[in-house]
C-alpha cells in the first residue's frame, strides 16, 4: 500500500520560502513520477509540479513558474518542492501525489494518483 507523508508547511509572510517534503513508502519510489498540487479554500485542487521517476523531466504550473522547484531523492525515496518568493496566492493546502503506473510523467486526471493528507501553508501579506 502506497504511503505518502508530507511535512514542511507552516506560516510565512509575503516574499519568503518554505521546503516542503513527501515521503512515500509501499512500493519502488525511483520508478513512478510523483508530484505536488494544492488545495486553496473554496477552490478545486489544481496542479502545481511533477517530476518524472529518474528525476530528468520536471513540469510546473505557469503560476509559480520561476518560484517553485520539484526536485526528488530516490535513495530517500523522498519528494520536494521548494517555493521562493511566496505570495498570498500560494496559500492553500500542498497534497503530494504518487502516479498509480510507472513510466509517466504527468497526468492530469485526479484519479490518476494516490495522494497524501497534506501540509497547510498560509502565506500572510
Known amino acids: 500500500q502506497v504511503q505518502l507523508v508530507e511535512s514542511g508547511g507552516g506560516l510565512v509572510q509575503a516574499g519568503g520560502s518554505l521546503r516542503l517534503s513527501c515521503a512515500a513508502s509501499?512500493?519502488?519510489?525511483?520508478?513512478?513520477?510523483m508530484g505536488w498540487f494544492r488545495q486553496a479554500p473554496g477552490k478545486e485542487r489544481e496542479f502545481v509540479a511533477v517530476i518524472s521517476s529518474s528525476g530528468g523531466i520536471t513540469y510546473v504550473a505557469d503560476s509559480v513558474k520561476g518560484r517553485f522547484t520539484i526536485s526528488r531523492d530516490n535513495a530517500k525515496n523522498t519528494v520536494y518542492l521548494q517555493m521562493n518568493s511566496l505570495k498570498s496566492e500560494d496559500t492553500a493546502v500542498y497534497c503530494c501525489?504518487?502516479?498509480?503506473?510507472?513510466?509517466?510523467?504527468?497526468?492530469?486526471?485526479?484519479?490518476?494518483?494516490?495522494w497524501g493528507q497534506g501540509t497547510r501553508v498560509t502565506v500572510s501579506s
Open positions: 501525489a504518487a502516479d498509480r503506473v510507472s513510466g509517466r510523467v504527468y497526468r492530469s486526471a485526479l484519479e490518476d494518483y494516490y
Open positions: 509501499g512500493r519502488t519510489f525511483s520508478s513512478y513520477a
